[in-house]
């Protein structure tokens, strides 16, 4: 695996035009392993959910501006922020960007004062299972079991005490 390149990370609304590349990937994506509309998964939450100061929305950008990588998060509820829409651009895999979206939406949450973070991926994205499993993430489903019989698998970290800034996400 090569390093990754250096990047410049930006906090959007879902309504910049930079986000455009990761929605139409990752519906594409969505499409492709599922079979379903995507773009009607991806829409299903209102923007505001993924703006502060509850939420977020990060792109990652290459030194021309370029999103390379993205993602999001919510609150799920007063202690938990949900990360959703986790997405690197098809032609740049395979660097650790994924992992450094993470980390940064890691980051966030605990600077808004969340104490757990909670996630969902598919089945068919055993890529996805593996990052997080990589990454410290609980699974709150049996391992062993075919994942299609299971549905969206739910993964769960709780962030350390003293890695936590800022203020409760309900004050």
Do not use: C, N
């Not at 075919?146 to 962030?159: A, M, N, Q, S």
């Amino acid at each position: 695996m090569t390093s990754a390149p250096e990047l410049t990370v930006i906090q959007v609304p879902v309504s910049d035009p930079r986000v455009e590349p990761l929605l139409r990937e990752l519906g594409h994506e969505y499409s492709t392993r599922y079979g379903k509309d995507a773009h009607a998964e991806i829409a299903r939450y209102p923007d505001e959910e993924f703006t502060e100061p509850y939420g977020g929305l990060l792109l990652l950008l290459l030194e021309r501006g370029e999103p390379v990588a993205g993602g999001a998060f919510r609150r799920y509820d007063a202690t938990t922020a949900e990360l959703k829409r986790i997405w690197t651009h098809s032609a740049h895999r395979r660097r650790g960007l994924a992992r450094r979206v993470i980390d940064e939406l890691e980051r966030a949450a605990r600077t808004r004062g969340y104490l757990r973070l909670y996630l969902t991926t598919g089945p068919r994205q055993p890529e996805a299972r593996g990052l997080y499993l990589a990454t410290g993430y609980t699974p709150l489903f049996d391992t062993g079991a075919d994942p299609e019989t299971i549905g969206p698998l739910p993964f769960e970290k709780h962030l350390a005490l003293r890695e936590r800034t800022g203020r409760a996400p309900d004050q």
